[in-house]
């Protein structure tokens, strides 16, 4: 069975570098390019490699993913296919899509070109006093949704030799507690997580904890160190400090989502500032005639 088994690997290799070597004589011979290679057609509208990854790119997906691959070009091909179906059952209706198609590729165009001036006009600069003004000024605006904290988490299969050590030194009692956590984490956790300056809500901490809804609000707001085991794994929690429910959350948590505000806002009065600037500009250098009189 063995002999045999290898003999077929040896055959599957053989295929596929001749597959390999006749791609490779085909470029060389066509002149074509990686681009260049029709990547899917439907009768004879054809989609190239280059055409591809820049639609794909522009639609969100990922041209590293093959099951991104698929969903595109499977897609793509339906739409076209569609498209075809039209044009070939009721012109009249064809006419129209294709009609609206063209006002979308205005609509389009106009939004690329006020990003591409915002791009170039928009200050992204925001000092800590901006920051802090809209914060003192929004607190009304911002509650949590649920508990914040600081704290210890770690995760490891039970039964490791190191669990034992681990319940004495997950309470942080001193600077070497903390070094023989980071120790055993690197060497047995499964998951880990410790920041004592950045605030995580409870939630994302422990969303893989097999977790009894009546025990979170106990082990937050006593502050609980504990430690508790399934059937594979034993988790060790320690609360450091936490932020109540219906709060307002602390400023440095809101930091990043205050400075998305505020870009938000700057590039909104940009692009009322500049819709009517585009608008004039892209006019005076057409040759632009209505014929129509009305």
Request: glycine share 2%; charged share 35%.
């Amino acid at each position: 069975m063995s002999y045999i088994h290898s003999v077929n690997n040896k055959i599957i290799r053989i295929k596929q570098a001749a597959i390999l070597v006749s791609l490779f004589l085909f470029f060389v011979i066509s002149g074509c390019s990686d681009q260049d290679v029709v990547v899917a057609s439907v009768n004879d509208h054809e989609l190239t490699m280059e055409q591809a990854e820049r639609l794909m790119d522009a639609l969100g997906y990922d041209i590293n993913k093959k099951e991104d691959w698929k969903t595109f070009l499977e897609s793509w091909t339906t739409n076209e296919a569609y498209r075809q179906e039209l044009m070939e059952a009721d012109e009249k209706r064809s006419e129209i899509v294709s009609l609206k198609g063209k006002n979308f590729e205005g609509e389009l165009s106009r939004f690329y070109l006020e990003e591409r001036e915002i791009s170039k006009k928009l200050d992204t600069t925001i000092t800590e006093k901006e920051l802090k003004d809209h914060y003192a000024k929004n607190k009304d605006q911002f509650s949590l949704q649920d508990y914040l904290v600081k704290a210890l988490y770690i995760k490891i299969p039970k039964g490791i030799e190191v669990e034992s050590k681990l319940k004495e030194s997950y309470l942080l009692k001193n600077d070497k507690d903390l070094t023989r956590v980071n120790s055993y984490a690197k060497l047995y956790a499964e998951d880990f997580y410790f920041d004592d300056a950045q605030w995580i809500y409870f939630n994302d901490l422990v969303k893989d904890i097999p977790l009894k809804e009546y025990n979170r609000d106990n082990l937050i707001l006593n502050r609980t160190k504990t430690y508790f085991s399934d059937q594979e794994f034993t988790y060790f929690v320690n609360i450091l400090d936490y932020r109540v429910k219906d709060e307002v959350p602390p400023f440095d948590f809101l930091k990043g989502q205050i400075r998305e505000i505020i870009l938000a806002r700057r590039i909104s009065v940009l692009r009322e500032q500049i819709e009517n600037e585009i608008k004039q500009r892209v006019n005076k250098k057409h040759d632009i005639q209505i014929h129509y009189n009305y």
